[in-house]
């Protein structure tokens, strides 16, 4: 195996890396945390829709690792896809620069609960450098697209609509079993 070769495999299987590691401290600490702080949090902020306090308090354990599963096939597939084209991807480009762009939204969230939300930490340390990483290097490969607004606004958006989707199959598998 060649040098680029390795560094097309840790461009592109690295985000399913990256997103593991990042995953799995949400995961550890999504529960706890939404059962302690979300009490202070909603007090603290009258303003936010009551559904949105009752939708996080309402995320157990498992519908949250399950959501995380589903979550892990798209990163995976968006991986594969990018490992495929050599990063030319337009899904593996566009989700990564979502995992990157939802690492600070992880920071502005810490920042607007003045204290520790669920991926804040994996956020400045892997998600960030990265994707930053990442996109040096396919930048020095010559196939990273320009960058521009709209581009973010779509990582951002598919980011946020894989997250709801992979809720709400989370909710249909856990309602599925449980009918069993």
């Not at 592109?12 to 059962?35: C, F, I, K, P």
């Not at 303003?47 to 399950?66: H, I, K, S, Y």
């Not at 589903?70 to 991986?79: K, Q, R």
């Not at 594969?80 to 084209?85: I, L, P």
Request: charge should be positive; hydrophobic fraction near 50%; glycine fraction near 10%.
């Amino acid at each position: 195996m060649n040098a680029s070769q390795i560094s097309r495999g840790a461009v592109t299987v690295g985000l399913l890396a990256a997103w593991a590691v990042h995953d799995l401290e949400e995961v550890a600490t999504m529960a706890r945390w939404s059962r302690t702080r979300v009490p202070a949090l909603r007090e603290r902020h009258p303003r936010v829709p009551d559904r949105v306090w009752r939708r996080l308090e309402a995320v157990d354990g498992r519908e949250f690792a399950t959501a995380v599963g589903v979550m892990g096939i798209v990163v995976a597939a968006a991986a594969a896809d990018g490992y495929r084209t050599g990063g030319r991807s337009a899904f593996y480009q566009a989700s990564l620069n979502g995992f990157g762009l939802h690492g600070l939204v992880h920071l502005a969230q810490a920042a607007a609960t003045r204290g520790y939300t669920p991926g804040v930490v994996t956020s400045p340390l892997v998600v960030v450098p990265f994707t930053l990483w990442a996109r040096g290097r396919l930048r020095h490969a010559g196939v990273l697209r320009p960058a521009r607004a709209r581009d973010a606004v779509t990582g951002l958006a598919l980011a946020g609509a894989a997250t709801a989707a992979a809720h709400a199959v989370s909710r249909r598998i856990l309602r599925q079993a449980s009918a069993r």
